[in-house]
């Protein structure tokens, strides 16, 4: 697990990003996620659509944003996280995209506020699968998905221009 | 704002800061308010340009053109958070590194650079708007040209208004740089093998823009006091929104003033009156007005 500051709101607490591989209870916690379980309180991401943690940060950013201005399009921060994930402004297809799937077996998890560790002892006990590093998440990403989704031309395929279009598409969606 | 952010630059229209943000380095582009604006009109044009400048910004950075990449818009705020892009600005470039002003081959190098930057900006229907060699950087890492400040950029497919950027462009290079009618000459030439449809843009070029364009100043108020000033080159939206706003607010006897540098409204009898409730200014050349 890694913990960032956002600088721009240092007092609503860190940002917990989590990475967990051969997750077997996808099916479970998707069905808990839909039930609005208060437990969950996480942003659940499919890592397959997941390519740096400065994607997640710029969606956790921008979701903590919205919620100080009162402008969450969604039930919480946490479902905001996953929603300003993608480039579009349909809900439904944002969660079903970005978030996990019923199949998922890598799983992102970005948690806003709390402690580092009841934050990954909770975490341990939520999912059934390995906790890996925050870095390997670039190793279970699907490219072709990250492109359709941006709607990324086929000709780029530097990494970090990649990344570049990525963080652009989100912070754009706030540009009514 | 942002915390540990550094001023390292103060414009007449934003702030420029850097700043640490989420693990990166950003460029923090901070807006501020005009105190002689009416605080209506203040907002809704620096909403507006914030919102501009960001989809400008990232349009061409979607379509390949080497621009820096957009982090977070804040529009509450009036700030837009960039990549801050490591490397030289051209226009140092060609006054100081002495590579550059003795040797041709770097500089044909860097006009190829800009000609094909530029098309795709244009290919796209981008004006940048302030196209001089103070915008233009060269990247430390790839020595890829980047183009920087969409403060002032705009859609547009006219030709026209494209071959306004070319003649800032041309302008900038006239103005500072050595060898610079060859350079520039470098640049069109990359400019039309990239782009298709360039042969428009340069038959504009040629025969509008020679030395008749004009910077024009538009002014609004009441009674008198200006309440909102800006310097353009077109009549462009802000004049038919000023209009739009003081029209709509109802008040008896507001103006819209419009023409070349230096008019004042003081010189109201050369006020030439077209409607009910505004007034335009005329242009000694030929008269120009705004519809309703």
């Given at each position: 697990?890694?913990?960032?500051?956002?600088?721009?709101?240092?007092?609503?607490?860190?940002?917990?990003?989590?990475?967990?591989?051969?997750?077997?209870?996808?099916?479970?916690?998707?069905?808990?996620?839909?039930?609005?379980?208060?437990?969950?309180?996480?942003?659940?991401?499919?890592?397959?659509?997941?390519?740096?943690?400065?994607?997640?940060?710029?969606?956790?950013?921008?979701?903590?944003?919205?919620?100080?201005?009162?402008?969450?399009?969604?039930?919480?921060?946490?479902?905001?996280?996953?929603?300003?994930?993608?480039?579009?402004?349909?809900?439904?297809?944002?969660?079903?995209?970005?978030?996990?799937?019923?199949?998922?077996?890598?799983?992102?998890?970005?948690?806003?506020?709390?402690?580092?560790?009841?934050?990954?002892?909770?975490?341990?006990?939520?999912?059934?699968?390995?906790?890996?590093?925050?870095?390997?998440?670039?190793?279970?990403?699907?490219?072709?998905?990250?492109?359709?989704?941006?709607?990324?031309?086929?000709?780029?395929?530097?990494?970090?221009?990649?990344?570049?279009?990525?963080?652009?598409?989100?912070?754009?969606?706030?540009?009514? | 704002?942002?915390?540990?952010?550094?001023?390292?630059?103060?414009?007449?229209?934003?702030?420029?800061?850097?700043?640490?943000?989420?693990?990166?380095?950003?460029?923090?582009?901070?807006?501020?308010?005009?105190?002689?604006?009416?605080?209506?009109?203040?907002?809704?044009?620096?909403?507006?340009?914030?919102?501009?400048?960001?989809?400008?910004?990232?349009?061409?950075?979607?379509?390949?053109?080497?621009?820096?990449?957009?982090?977070?818009?804040?529009?509450?705020?009036?700030?837009?958070?960039?990549?801050?892009?490591?490397?030289?600005?051209?226009?140092?470039?060609l006054?100081?590194?002495?590579?550059?002003i003795q040797?041709k081959?770097?500089q044909?190098?860097?006009?190829?650079?800009?000609?094909?930057?530029?098309?795709?900006?244009?290919?796209?229907?981008?004006?940048?708007?302030?196209?001089?060699?103070?915008?233009?950087?060269?990247?430390?890492?790839?020595?890829?040209?980047?183009?920087?400040?969409?403060?002032?950029?705009?859609?547009?497919?006219?030709?026209?208004?494209?071959?306004?950027?070319?003649?800032?462009?041309?302008?900038?290079f006239?103005?500072?740089h050595p060898n610079s009618e060859e350079m520039?000459?470098?640049?069109?030439?990359?400019?039309?093998?990239?782009?298709?449809?360039?042969?428009?843009?340069?038959?504009?070029?040629?025969?509008?823009?020679?030395?008749?364009?004009?910077?024009?100043?538009?002014?609004?108020?009441?009674?008198?006091?200006?309440?909102?000033?800006?310097?353009?080159?077109?009549?462009?939206?802000?004049?038919?929104?000023?209009?739009?706003?003081?029209?709509?607010?109802?008040?008896?006897?507001?103006?819209?003033?419009?023409?070349?540098?230096?008019?004042?409204?003081?010189?109201?009898?050369?006020?030439?009156?077209?409607?009910?409730?505004?007034?335009?200014?005329?242009?000694?050349?030929?008269?120009?007005?705004?519809?309703?």
């Amino acid at each position: 697990m890694q913990t960032f500051t956002l600088e721009l709101y240092p007092t609503r607490g860190h940002i917990h990003i989590s990475f967990y591989k051969n997750v077997t209870n996808a099916e479970e916690l998707r069905k808990r996620l839909l039930a609005h379980d208060q437990e969950l309180s996480y942003a659940f991401i499919d890592a397959k659509v997941v390519m740096d943690r400065f994607q997640l940060l710029i969606a956790a950013n921008d979701a903590v944003h919205h919620e100080l201005h009162s402008l969450l399009k969604t039930y919480n921060v946490h479902s905001e996280i996953v929603y300003n994930l993608s480039p579009t402004t349909n809900i439904n297809e944002s969660l079903r995209r970005f978030g996990i799937s019923n199949s998922s077996t890598s799983i992102v998890v970005v948690k806003v506020g709390g402690n580092a560790e009841e934050v990954k002892s909770h975490l341990s006990t939520l999912i059934h699968g390995d906790e890996a590093d925050v870095g390997e998440f670039s190793n279970s990403v699907d490219i072709s998905s990250i492109k359709k989704y941006y709607k990324i031309d086929n000709k780029v395929t530097d990494q970090k221009e990649m990344l570049d279009i990525i963080v652009g598409s989100i912070a754009i969606k706030s540009v009514s | 704002m942002i915390e540990n952010a550094t001023l390292i630059k103060q414009g007449a229209e934003a702030r420029i800061h850097t700043a640490p943000f989420l693990t990166r380095t950003a460029i923090v582009k901070e807006r501020f308010s005009k105190a002689y604006r009416h605080p209506i009109l203040d907002k809704k044009l620096t909403a507006r340009r914030v919102n501009q400048e960001a989809r400008c910004l990232f349009k061409c950075r979607k379509s390949g053109v080497d621009a820096p990449a957009l982090y977070f818009v804040d529009t509450e705020d009036s700030t837009i958070y960039m990549e801050f892009v490591r490397g030289t600005i051209v226009k140092d470039l060609l006054v100081t590194n002495s590579e550059y002003i003795q040797n041709k081959g770097k500089q044909d190098e860097l006009a190829k650079k800009i000609g094909i930057a530029l098309a795709k900006v244009h290919e796209i229907d981008i004006i940048h708007g302030d196209l001089t060699t103070s915008n233009l950087m060269l990247r430390e890492s790839n020595q890829s040209l980047v183009v920087i400040d969409f403060g002032l950029s705009y859609i547009s497919s006219l030709p026209e208004d494209k071959a306004v950027d070319l003649y800032v462009l041309e302008r900038a290079f006239l103005s500072t740089h050595p060898n610079s009618e060859e350079m520039f000459t470098e640049i069109l030439d990359n400019y039309q093998k990239t782009y298709n449809a360039s042969q428009w843009v340069l038959s504009k070029l040629a025969e509008d823009y020679g030395d008749e364009r004009e910077v024009w100043n538009v002014q609004c108020g009441t009674q008198g006091k200006v309440i909102h000033r800006a310097s353009m080159f077109k009549l462009n939206e802000e004049v038919t929104l000023a209009s739009t706003i003081m029209s709509s607010s109802r008040s008896y006897n507001t103006k819209v003033f419009y023409g070349p540098p230096k008019c004042e409204p003081e010189r109201s009898e050369e006020i030439i009156e077209k409607g009910c409730d505004m007034e335009y200014w005329s242009d000694p050349v030929g008269v120009k007005k705004i519809e309703r």
